[in-house]
T-cell receptor, first 112, second 113 residues
Framework: AQSVTQPDIHITVSEGASLELRCNYS??????LFWYVQSPGQGLQLLLK??????LVQGIKGFEAEFKRSQSSFNLRKPSVHWSDAAEYFCAVADRGNKLVFGAGTILRVKS | DAGVTQSPTHLIKTRGQQVTLRCSPK?????VSWYQQALGQGPQFIFQ???????QRGNFPDRFSGHQFPNYSSELNVNALLLGDSALYLC????????????FGEGSRLTVL
């Protein structure tokens, strides 16, 4: 069965520092991959997605992610974190159309 | 342009009761999916509706049922509530059944006492 692993439950970074959130997936074919962000009390907002083509994808809010097939990874990065980036981040893989399988999430804390 | 709207935002029920949650998809979307997000976990797929039919179902018991109306809005019903059903229920809408972008609502927070 398809699965997504986000190894880090919590990450704390200083404002202005770079960020990398890890995501590993298990999927037999070429995966469709997503990163979503969830602020407290809110729904999920799509940051970026990978379907095919260039393995480095750009998203909203200055985020990017790189698909590495050999490592089954789709890590999310941002060069300089802002305090407003504090939230929970979810990686997901599409299984059979629009059914998404999510990881357990990584909570990002930003210290000033 | 209204996004995905869900109601109610919060509700409290007791064990054994039944609950109905409602979702209106984003304008132009015709597919609705429901997810359950327990505290500290990622969302888990419950089921998906398209053309008023359940198209896919996750690993949830028959106590979870749904419906899609001709205007594409949807309801999620849960019977015989258990304490473990306490969660945030998220509705997501999309176009058709092919893989694409899901737009999520802000969720309905269900507490079962």
């Amino acid at each position: 069965a398809q699965s997504v692993t986000q190894p880090d439950i919590h990450i704390t970074v200083s404002e202005g520092a770079s960020l990398e959130l890890r995501c590993n997936y298990s999927y037999g074919a070429t995966p469709y991959l997503f990163w979503y962000v969830q602020s407290p009390g809110q729904g999920l907002q799509l940051l970026l997605k990978y379907f095919s083509g260039d393995t480095l994808v750009q998203g909203i809010k200055g985020f990017e992610a790189e698909f590495k097939r050999s490592q089954s990874s789709f890590n999310l990065r941002k060069p300089s974190v802002h305090w407003s980036d504090a939230a929970e981040y979810f990686c997901a893989v599409a299984d059979r159309g629009n059914k998404l399988v999510f990881g357990a999430g990584t909570i990002l804390r930003v210290k000033s | 342009d209204a996004g995905v709207t869900q109601s109610p935002t919060h509700l409290i029920k007791t064990r054994g009761q039944q609950v109905t949650l409602r979702c209106s998809p984003k304008s132009g979307h015709d597919t609705v999916s429901w997810y359950q997000q327990a505290l500290g976990q990622g969302p888990q797929f419950i089921f998906q509706y398209y053309e008023e039919e359940e198209r896919q179902r996750g690993n949830f018991p028959d106590r979870f049922s749904g419906h899609q109306f001709p205007n594409y809005s949807s309801e999620l019903n849960v019977n015989a509530l258990l304490l473990g059903d306490s969660a945030l229920y998220l509705c997501a809408s999309s176009v058709g059944l092919a893989t694409g972008e899901l737009f999520f609502g802000e969720g309905s927070r269900l507490t079962v006492l």
